[in-house]
Nanobody, 130 residues
Framework: QVQLVESGGRLVQAGGTLRLSCAAS????????MAWFRQAPGKEREFVAA????????YYADSVKGRFTISRDNAKNTMSVQMNSLKPEDTAVYYC???????????????????????WGQGTQVTVSS
């Protein structure tokens, strides 16, 4: 019902900056809460950031707070994350995810549970070198 394609991943030096984007097609983009997850070799998939369907509520993993900024443009069917001050431990495959929007907040949660998301992109590799 919605297709997701990530782009922007590449090799970058520690302290550098990357911007990842997710392009959506199918059902209206504004129906979905969106999130970024990442998975490093030998580790479990972990939450990075989430943004509610209206683009107002955002949540971040403690490991990226103050460095990453998630945003969306519902008119263009895109969602992005600006990643600053990158660290080697940020190295992972980054996945775009979507769920039919229930909103984000104290009642609906932070959107950090991977199993709550119904649609996933193929991932884009981010490698941060020392």
């Amino acid at each position: 019902q919605v297709q997701l394609v990530e782009s922007g991943g590449r090799l970058v030096q520690a302290g550098g900056t990357l911007r990842l984007s997710c392009a959506a097609s199918g059902r209206p983009f504004m129906l979905y809460d969106m999130a970024w997850f990442r998975q490093a070799p030998g580790k479990e998939r972990e939450f990075v950031a989430a943004i509610g369907r209206n683009g107002v509520s955002t949540y971040y993993a403690d490991s990226v707070k103050g460095r990453f900024t998630i945003s969306r443009d519902n008119a263009k069917n895109t969602m992005s994350v600006q990643m600053n001050s990158l660290k080697p431990e940020d190295t992972a495959v980054y996945y775009c995810a979507a769920r039919l929007g229930i909103g984000l907040g104290s009642r609906t949660g932070s959107g950090s549970t991977a199993n709550d998301y119904n649609y996933w992109g193929q991932g884009t590799q981010v490698t941060v070198s020392s």
